[in-house]
């Protein structure tokens, strides 16, 4: 084994194994009702679906009448006209819309999505979600909520299915933390496409082989360990079996047609399914995957946006094994996602395991239309604080309704194209910003209700009790000086208003300048930033500290601001420092608009004593490089980042996603404005697999902060600091509510943080979701403040409950073994007749 950082690749010994090897009952079972040869050398598995965008080009209404329709007619005559057919949907949104408005349909779609005495289920969901979710922006708990909500929709319609998959087709990335996610909703195995350093068709001018990048995750599967399958295990123990969709997630679209492409209904070749035509491209698929296999089964995905299911597909596969599988030893079978999984499974131990960070594919979406990561941050953060504030009261159906409301719409904003900013203007304004305005008002009413209903109990706290501490200013001959204990900061007017000196602990943290501005020249667009792609450019063209600022001073009632107007190629920035008194930070604020094919940073020169990156995700924290693939490297940031030191560490907090660079000269960077077109390569050409732009002309604001810890608590941040740090973004007049929320359900560990408290949709009680950065094999107490449990269950975030709790003296002990555990409690006046799992099947 090759020991390395969880920023690297694990790797575990890899054995290849011989044709026809281990099975585990349930793939013998699936072998025989496949018809799968038990001599056959390789077994190509095509899976059918269709990739549907809740939007991206077109509006989920627009997409719904166009192609959703169609579609589904479409599948429902083909499963109906052929029992072995199987098809399966990615997530839960469009079945939801068209089960709702076709009800005359309903029957038909129950018949297939429930299973079949002899066939199984034909119609797959793969995803519980309502979305494909991109996982490197949302908050987590807008991602755990997506796949309940949808698992909800599914048990109300009284429907069974219960996927242990998860498909991200289309992701531009992933989070390393990506196996405890799907572990808290219990999902056992995944497929994805877009992974750091792959070849996508019509990307980049570079050719096919320049890739996979030297470095990548790409380049480890593909040429270092010759594998598309392997285990993927993160820092917290967590598995799933993966799949990487190397050849993308429409590589076997054109096995009955001849031409370039079908996609999103329409079709530049013409129908070709002639005996010769399906072998050869039978030949191509096995030829492109069995180098890359490490068992006998090959997965060949059909799934290309909006495409139509290919008529009569086993007919095509019947008459290739007929005819070809005694000369080929290729036996190709339609089959469903999971049942891949259980296919390979078998073969689990002879899989690599590996811990990676499949990032950065894209870089530029982290930070393209910033308003569509801040709101979805605020709603969320609000929604959890309602829920919390009002899980152990008696339902109120306005806070439940608006509550529901707010769920409903926010969580569609986890899509891949939508929180990333990555749909053209039209659709961006159109629908999205209607989905984030509905939930903000949701929101909004859920949490006013919530606060009005425990008022009285938060009223002696409402306002925070600021320190007369240490907090001074003053103007001196260069500029502006602030001091508090442990920490003095100066900002240069002859350094365009930048911070010249950040001392800490008596240390100097930077070797130039801070909190400085600096404007790039950006020839990428939506997806990704200039220097990604060949014949891009991402070039400096200006900064804010080439010209001398005026700096005023504002002083306010528990502290003061530093503000500074700088004109930045043609477009005026303001940037305030504010220091408040009774709290460690320095908070930054910037607002401005970005001119187009430009992207601002904000920048700070860190003294060059070593220092590791490290940074949250979503899911967990990570240690990354300061470099992989490209230079400069930026990494999506959910919420936080360390510069940890040997003496010092430096915090960095962001009050919504953005993407973050440190350099190996020690230059810390942020995006704090974007405005990008359409991608451009050599100045004029463009870029193929990109079709369209976008532009964020508006002002933009940007919100960070930043603290230092000495010594050892640099690399364990103080408990209680970690409590300041969840009310930075926090509007003061809900501060006392949060702390309130804080006292409802306890925990003897103050390590162990309640990231969600909220009713329980399944059973009585209410689901508590315990977070701890630091997880092990050690049991806590759980209590109501008021009140004692009668029962209680471990859980995952679809409220599937998984094994009881012990209960001592009224309080559950939980065992802590991962970042993300969730337990639902039942107070004694709500004990349960029976045992949930009985109860609630579907389950």
Not at 177 to 203: C, E, Q
Not at 329 to 336: I, P
Not at 583 to 593: K, L, S
Not at 774 to 799: C, H, K, N, Y
């Amino acid at each position: 084994m090759r020991a390395a950082r969880h920023s690297t690749m694990q790797v575990g010994s890899v054995e290849v194994p011989a044709s026809g090897g281990p099975r585990l009952p349930a793939a013998r079972a699936l072998c025989q009702r496949l018809g799968i040869p038990d001599d056959a050398k390789h077994v190509l598995i095509f899976t059918e679906s269709s990739h549907w965008d809740t939007n991206w080009l077109q509006t989920s209404e627009e997409y719904f009448r166009s192609r959703i329709e169609p579609i589904f007619a479409h599948i429902l005559t083909q499963l109906e006209k052929d029992p072995r057919r199987v098809y399966c949907i990615e997530s839960v949104f469009f079945l939801k819309l068209y089960w709702e408005r076709h009800p005359e349909a309903r029957e038909r779609l129950r018949s297939l999505l429930e299973p079949d005495a002899r066939w199984g289920v034909r119609l797959r969901i793969l995803t519980s979600a309502f979305t494909t979710p991109d996982t490197l922006l949302p908050h987590t708990e807008s991602i755990l909520r997506d796949f309940h909500l949808g698992q909800t929709w599914l048990r109300h319609q009284g429907l069974t299915a219960n996927p242990r998959t998860a498909y991200f087709p289309d992701n531009f990335g992933h989070s390393p933390h990506l196996p405890s996610l799907m572990r808290a909703v219990g999902v056992d195995a995944i497929a994805v496409t877009r992974i750091d350093g792959m070849y996508f068709i019509a990307s980049d001018f570079r050719p096919k082989r320049d890739f996979p990048l030297a470095g990548s995750t790409a380049a480890l599967l593909q040429r270092d360990l010759s594998t598309l399958d392997f285990v993927w295990k993160d820092d917290d123990g967590a598995e799933v079996l993966c799949h990487w969709n190397a050849f993308t997630y429409f590589q076997g679209d054109m096995l009955a047609h001849a031409g370039i492409i079908r996609w999103n209904g329409h079709v530049a070749a013409i129908p070709w399914r002639t005996r010769g035509h399906v072998a050869r491209r039978i030949g191509a698929f096995v030829g492109q995957l069995a180098p890359l296999a490490r068992t006998p089964y090959l997965l060949c995905p059909i799934g290309m946006d909006f495409n139509d299911p290919i008529v009569d597909l086993n007919g095509l596969l019947d008459r290739y094994n007929q005819e070809r599988y005694g000369h080929t030893g290729t036996w190709a079978v339609l089959a469903g996602l999971d049942d891949y999984f259980t296919l390979i499974d078998g073969y689990r131990s002879k899989l690599p395991v590996l811990s990676v960070d499949p990032n950065p594919y894209w870089m530029g979406f982290y930070a393209s239309r910033p308003e569509l990561k801040q709101r979805p941050t605020r709603i969320v953060r609000s929604l959890v604080l309602a829920e919390k504030l009002t899980a152990l009261a008696p339902p109120d159906p306005a806070i439940e309704a608006a509550l529901s409301d707010g769920w409903a719409n926010v969580v569609l904003m986890n899509h891949h194209d939508a929180i990333t900013g990555t749909s053209p203007d039209r659709v961006s304004n159109l629908e999205q910003n209607a989905w984030l305005t509905t939930a903000e008002g949701a929101s909004d009413e859920a949490l006013r209700l919530a606060a009005n209903s425990v008022a009285e109990d938060t009223s002696s706290g409402v306002l925070d009790a600021r320190d007369s501490d240490s907090l001074r200013w003053a103007r001196t001959r260069d500029g502006v000086e602030v001091c508090r204990e442990h920490c003095r900061v100066t900002f240069g007017a002859d350094k365009g208003g930048a911070i010249t000196h950040i001392e800490a602990f008596g240390r100097e943290q930077l070797s130039g300048l801070g909190f400085d501005l600096v404007v790039h020249a950006d020839e990428g667009g939506l997806w990704r930033l200039g220097h990604e792609f060949r014949g891009g450019g991402f070039d400096v063209v200006d900064r804010a500290s080439l010209r001398p600022a005026d700096i005023k001073l504002i002083e306010l009632d528990d502290g003061v601001s530093v503000e500074v107007r700088s004109s930045l190629a043609g477009h005026e920035y303001t940037r305030t420092t504010t220091f408040r008194r009774g709290d460690p930070f320095i908070r930054f604020t910037v607002e401005g608009a970005a001119a187009r094919r430009r992207t601002v940073t904000c920048r700070f020169d860190m003294c060059g004593t070593p220092a590791e990156l490290h940074m949250d995700t979503v899911g967990g924290r990570i240690e990354r490089p300061r470099e992989r693939v490209h230079k400069p490297t930026f990494w999506p940031a959910p919420s936080t980042l360390s510069l940890r030191g040997t003496e010092d560490a430096v915090h960095v907090c962001f009050e919504a996603p953005t993407a973050v660079s440190f350099s190996p000269e020690h230059a810390l960077e942020w995006i704090i404005a974007r405005n990008p077109t359409k991608e451009r390569a050599f100045g004029i050409l463009p870029v193929l697999a990109h079709p369209i732009g976008g532009t964020s002309d508006h002002r933009q604001v940007h919100h960070a902060a930043m603290f230092v810890t000495e010594g050892h608590c640099g690399h364990a941040v103080p408990h209680a600091l970690l409590r300041q740090v969840e009310l930075l973004f926090l509007p003061d007049e809900l501060h006392a509510f949060k702390r309130f929320a804080r006292t409802l359900v306890c925990c003897d560990d103050p390590t162990v943080f309640f990231s969600a408290i909220k009713r329980a949709d399944v059973g009585p009680g209410v689901i508590v979701r315990l977070a701890c950065e630091r997880p092990s094999m050690r049991t806590v107490e759980v209590r109501f403040a008021t009140g004692q449990i009668a029962a209680a269950w471990l859980a995952d975030a679809r409220e599937t409950d998984l094994e009881p709790v012990e209960i001592r003296d009224g309080a559950a002990l939980v065992t802590i073994s991962r970042r993300l555990t969730t337990v639902r409690l039942v107070p004694c006046v709500e004990a349960p007749e029976a045992h949930p799992i009985a109860r609630d099947s579907s389950a």
